[in-house]
């Protein structure tokens, strides 16, 4: 059973930094290919990042290239998104995902969703 939790979230200046986690109390996430995905109020869900199960592959949105990094530490069934030179544009509620399937930038690709963490990027 895969259950994942967000943290990390909260409110940030413009330029900051922020770290997403994302925790399996299932001990089961190193099976399964890991994506963050965030929605902005009124908008749609979109990808983020993903990483491979093997970790040896990371996808990422073009809008945060250079600037987030997703990483996995299976020993701690945690995967990771560190936020760098956050912009206002980044303020949106972010869920990690896990799942088997292609390509890792669909939400049709993970089977399992955490509940969100809220990230607010201030001027």
């Known amino acids: 059973q895969v259950s994942l939790v967000e943290s990390g979230g909260g409110v940030v200046q413009a330029g900051g930094s922020l770290r997403l986690s994302c925790a399996d109390s299932?001990?089961?996430?190193?099976?399964?290919?890991m994506g963050w995905f965030r929605q902005a109020s009124g908008k749609e869900r979109e990808f983020v990042a993903a990483i491979t199960y093997s970790g040896r592959t990371t996808y990422y949105t073009n809008s945060v290239k250079g600037r987030f990094t997703i990483s996995r530490d299976d020993a701690k069934n945690t995967v990771y998104l560190q936020m760098n030179s956050l912009k206002l544009e980044d303020t949106a509620v972010y869920y990690c995902?896990?799942?088997?399937?292609?390509?890792?930038?669909?939400?049709?690709?993970?089977?399992?969703w955490g509940q969100g963490t809220q990230v607010t990027v201030s001027s």
């Open positions: 995902a896990g799942g088997w399937k292609l390509p890792p930038e669909s939400e049709g690709s993970y089977d399992y």
């Open positions: 299932g001990h089961t996430l190193s099976k399964y290919n």
